[in-house]
């Protein structure tokens, strides 16, 4: 995942938490998760790519990097035992997004040769 791409994540989930006109409290604090939570993981990422090669421990470290941002916002989500359909959706996003950024990740094989394989 390259920092626009975070980025983009992050702008669509405010997009989708604004889609109603109102970010709740927990909505905002779901985002910021996210963006706490990306923060990281684009560290570790970065770190990991630095040589060009993602190794095994880069790779399990970003899985759970990944993991952690998706429980931190679920477990955000559930404060008060409610989850909003509104709610549901950004969790989704959030989900899905990062998923699909992780698993484009490619083990001990650098990155420049891997870029032009999809």
Do not use: C
Not at 65 to 91: F, G, M, Q
């Amino acid at each position: 995942m390259d920092p626009d791409r975070l980025i983009k994540i992050v702008e669509l989930a405010f997009k989708i938490a604004k889609e109603d006109g109102i970010i709740t409290e927990e909505e905002e604090k779901i985002l910021k998760a996210l963006k706490k939570g990306g923060r990281e993981y684009l560290t570790a990422l970065k770190e990991a790519l630095a040589d060009n090669i993602v190794t095994q421990e880069e790779y399990d470290r970003l899985e759970l990097l990944w993991h952690k941002i998706v429980e931190k916002s679920t477990k955000v989500a559930l404060d008060d035992e409610i989850i909003t359909a509104d709610e549901r959706k950004l969790l989704a996003h959030i989900a899905v997004s990062i998923s699909e950024s992780f698993n484009e990740l490619e083990l001990d094989k650098p990155r420049s040769e891997n870029q032009g394989e999809k």
